[in-house]
Structures are given as C-alpha cells and as structure tokens.
C-alpha cells in the first residue's frame, strides 16, 4: 500500500531533550515536506527537500533541523525542543510536479513541558 | 506572494442538505488549487485539484469545487451532504514550484 509513515504518533519529552520524528514514503516520491498544525493558522511549513541531499527552509524553519540522505526517509530533528514547539507535525511527500498532490503521514502530536 | 483564505471556522447543515465551504486565493500567476479533507487522528487527504481547463473540477466521495477566476475563488460543495463528511476541510494553492499554501481550515459538522 502506497503511505507515508510517521513515528511516533504520540511524544511526550521534556524541554531541551533532543529528538527525532521520523518519516518514510514507499512511492518513491522526490518531494518531501515537514508541516506543523497549530489551531487557527492551518498547516505550516518547516522544511521541504526537493530530492535526496537537497534541503530548504520552510516558514517556521527555527528550532528544527532535517536530512535527506535516502530518497524514502526524510526525518524531522529537534536539537532542544522548547514547549512552543508542541504541536500536531505531519510529513507529505508528492512526486516532482508541481501540480501533484500531497500525501500525508497519519501526524504525530508532540508535546513539550 | 502566494495566500489563501477560508473565511468561515465553522460551518454547520443538515443531513441531505447541500453544504458549501468557501476559499478565496491571492497569486500573481495561474493556481493549482486543491482541497484536503482531515478525519479526527488522520493527516490530510486529497479531494480534488484545479489545475486548468474546466472550472467545475469533480473529486472523492461526491464533492466537487468550483474555480472562479474573476472572483478568485474555489469554494468546495456537495449537493448532499452526509453525517460522515463531518471533518475538517483545507483548501490550498501553489502557484508555479511555489511549495503550496493552506488555509486555515475549515470545520464541517453535518447534523442528522
């Protein structure tokens, strides 16, 4: 079946202890893209990577860092987590056109205290 | 740059109603609008897409959006609505490459 799978889906940490979110796609997509769901502002982007070692920042970049070394995996890094960093995150891939849809991962809630 | 706006938080009908949830979209260019639809504990999945061509894009489940350039809009509509279509809607836009845009969200509550 054609996915994108986030883990964990469920995060509870402290502030200042480093994690990582990890996220796959099985549909050999070149696109791959971090969002961050906050109540009243939709989805916000945080980085995308348009194909294997290539990476840019998105609008909320600060905080969070990612990596692209395999085409399938593209996982979301926070070195010191803070508590404003709690939010629902979900991973998208989509192939290279820009007229494609996204897919998205099933999310996974982070919370810091 | 590239915006879009859902102007209503809520929106609320009865079953077997039509029900329509609006966007309105801000770019230089021509848009790829799409509209995603998010159940509880799920990300988001795709209903439809306008890329070019005609202005009534048909997708998923019944829906169905209509792409009005003059008034750039993109409102999602069902000419009957289901108790299960309840969920949050997100209309979208991406203009060129441009990575894509979302609107706040809009919440869908289909009342038996």
């Known amino acids: 079946e054609a996915q994108v799978t986030q883990n964990p889906r469920y995060l509870i940490t402290v502030t200042g202890k480093k994690l990582t979110v990890t996220c796959s796609q099985n549909m050999n997509h070149e696109y791959m893209s971090w969002y961050r769901q906050d109540p009243g502002l939709g989805l916000r982007q945080i980085y995308y990577s348009m194909n294997v070692e290539v990476t840019d920042k998105g609008d909320v970049p600060e905080g969070y860092k990612v990596s692209r070394k395999e085409k399938r995996n593209f996982p979301l890094i926070l070195e010191s987590p803070s508590p404003n960093q709690t939010s629902l995150y979900f991973c998208?891939?989509?192939?290279?056109?820009?007229?494609?849809?996204?897919?998205f991962g099933n999310g996974t809630r982070l919370t810091v205290t | 740059a590239q915006s879009v706006a859902q102007p209503e938080d809520q929106v609320n009908v009865a079953e077997g109603n039509p029900l329509t949830v609006k966007c309105t979209y801000s770019?230089?260019?021509?848009?790829?609008l799409f509209w995603y639809v998010q159940y509880p504990n799920r990300g988001l999945q795709f209903l439809l897409k306008?890329?070019?061509?005609?202005?009534l894009v048909k997708g998923s489940y019944g829906f169905e959006a209509e792409f009005n350039k003059s008034q750039t809009s993109f409102h999602l509509k069902k000419p009957s609505a289901l108790v299960s279509d309840s969920a949050l809607y997100f209309c979208?836009?991406?203009?060129?490459?441009?990575?894509?845009?979302f609107g706040a969200g809009t919440r869908l509550t289909v009342k038996p």
């Open positions: 979208a836009v991406r203009e060129g490459n441009n990575d894509m845009r």
């Open positions: 770019v230089s260019g021509n848009p790829y």
């Open positions: 306008y890329i070019t061509g005609d202005n």
């Open positions: 998208a891939s989509r192939i290279g056109q820009g007229n494609s849809p996204l897919h």
